[in-house]
């Protein structure tokens, strides 16, 4: 139990257009929803927290306006990222909490994103 | 505010050598620890946990790790290691409240020689 979806695994893309990444939680409701950008060879870094219905907290240094998240419904997440840059390559994660006896979090396989 | 410290960011040993990776967490609240393997291109797969229950916790794989307050540790040990270990582990502290995500230490990769 506990799966969350992520898609798409991998995608590349232009410089100036955009690209949406879905989590779907597939067996349970996910409340808030937790998105990571991991650069090569480095640790997960917390861009943001997205709550259903409410508007996602980002940490410090994350554009909000570049990073889209919407969490409108408690099965689907996305993060949306505008005017993608090659900067922007990097590995997306999101992760769900686990509100249960076995206490945890649940992570998507994760999207490549190579912005060329 | 939480943090974990990975001591070590590369750690090598051979195969059939006790491996001993190290974490250290800062947590104003009790912690809730956890260690993720993550191989190459791949998303995070979950060790191990420790939620306030007992503090020798096992996990997948022949790993365990042990919760020490004292010492604010949360070190993953495993007696033999196996070239398939070999891989990016990474240290996560969060708390027990709702919402909370978890915080990720900068990682140990681990390699693994005959």
């Known amino acids: 139990g506990a799966v969350v979806s992520q898609h798409p695994s991998w995608v590349i893309c232009k410089s100036g257009t955009s690209v949406k990444i879905e989590c779907r939680s597939l067996d349970f409701q996910a409340t808030t929803m937790f998105w990571y950008r991991q650069f090569p060879k480095q640790s997960l870094m917390l861009m943001a927290t997205s709550n259903e219905g409410s508007k996602a907290t980002y940490e410090q240094g994350v554009e909000k306006d570049k990073f889209l998240i919407n969490h409108a419904s408690l099965t689907l997440s996305t993060l949306t990222v505008t005017s993608a840059h090659p900067e922007d390559s990097s590995f997306y994660i999101c992760s769900a909490g686990v509100q249960s006896a076995n206490y945890g979090y649940t992570f998507g396989s994760g999207t490549r994103l190579t912005v060329v | 505010a939480q943090s974990v410290t990975q001591l070590g960011s590369h750690v090598s040993v051979s195969e059939g050598a006790l491996v001993l990776l190290r974490c250290n967490y800062s947590s104003s609240v009790p912690p809730y620890l956890f260690w993720y393997v993550q191989y190459p291109n791949q998303g995070l797969q979950l060790l191990l946990k420790?939620?306030?229950?007992?503090?020798l916790v096992k996990g997948i794989n022949g790993f365990e790790a042990e919760f020490k307050k004292s010492e604010t540790s949360f070190h993953l040990t495993k007696p033999s290691a196996h070239m398939s270990d070999a891989a990016e582990y990474f240290c996560?502290?969060?708390?027990?409240?709702?919402?909370?995500?978890?915080?990720f230490g900068k990682g140990t990769t681990l390699s693994v020689s005959s």
């Open positions: 996560a502290v969060s708390s027990n409240q709702a919402g909370t995500a978890l915080i």
């Open positions: 420790y939620t306030s229950a007992a503090t």
